[in-house]
């Protein structure tokens, strides 16, 4: 079974600096997708970024990208010039290539100070 | 941009009692799955559903959780008899495949709480 690990329950940054939140994954299979979903107080949960395994360029999005390390098993998340509104729990997910459900982290909260 | 949308919002109940959660998929979708969240803790896959069947369900999903698609627009998850470890952030998602390559869009939620 695949699991996900976020080893970072909380996070702060300072408004326009820029952060990382980690994340790691352990798999067998070589067809994947990887996403990270911001969840703000209201816990709907949006989808800020996704990576296709077999892509070896990194996704961007505006502000955000990821680092993608196949062989490590890694999918960092970047957030440049951080703003308030970037506060949430942010979670990182897996999902195989051929299989419908998401496997997600335990989740990192994202605290901006101003 | 099309959307998931759950109803009721916000759902109290006593415990024992039987509840059923609302999700509208986005029209064209053909697979649904619905997700829970305990509070302060991660998203857990509970069922997918596709084709009337369960494609899917996690060991979460047992005899006292069901999902149907009653007609052609709502898919619901009932509850039999709830207890106070239900009381969770339940979340329905659509995608149009299974496939990673398809984005799985989620619902607003329902926040359930059983007392």
């Known amino acids: 079974a695949q699991t996900v690990t976020q080893s970072q329950p909380e996070m702060s940054v300072q408004e326009a600096e820029t952060v990382t939140l980690s994340c790691t994954y352990d798999?067998?299979?070589?067809?994947?997708?990887l996403f990270w979903y911001k969840q703000p107080p209201s816990r709907q949960m949006i989808l800020v970024i996704r990576q296709e395994a077999y892509k070896q360029q990194n996704a961007t999005e505006n502000r955000f990208s990821v680092n993608f390390q196949k062989a490590a098993k890694s999918f960092s998340l970047k957030i440049s010039d951080s703003q308030l509104g970037d506060a949430a729990m942010y979670f990182c997910?897996?999902?195989?290539?051929?299989?419908?459900?998401?496997?997600f982290g335990d989740g990192t909260t994202l605290t901006v100070k101003p | 941009e099309p959307e998931v949308t759950q109803t009721p919002s916000h759902q109290v109940t006593q415990m024992g009692q039987e509840v059923i959660l609302r999700c509208v998929p986005i029209s064209n979708h053909l697979y649904f799955y619905w997700y829970r969240q305990i509070l302060g803790q991660k998203v857990e896959f509970l069922v997918s559903?596709?084709?009337?069947?369960?494609?899917?369900k996690s060991e979460i999903f047992d005899d006292q959780f069901s999902v149907e698609r009653p007609d052609g627009s709502n898919f619901t998850l009932k509850i039999r008899s709830t207890k106070l470890e239900d009381s969770a952030m339940y979340f329905c998602?659509?995608?149009?495949?299974?496939?990673?390559?398809?984005?799985?869009?989620f619902g607003p939620g329902t926040r359930l709480l059983v007392l």
């Open positions: 997910a897996y999902r195989s290539g051929g299989m419908g459900k998401s496997t």
């Open positions: 798999t067998s299979e070589s067809d994947y997708y």
């Open positions: 559903f596709y084709n009337n069947e369960i494609s899917e």
């Open positions: 998602a659509s995608s149009f495949g299974t496939s990673g390559v398809e984005t799985q869009y």
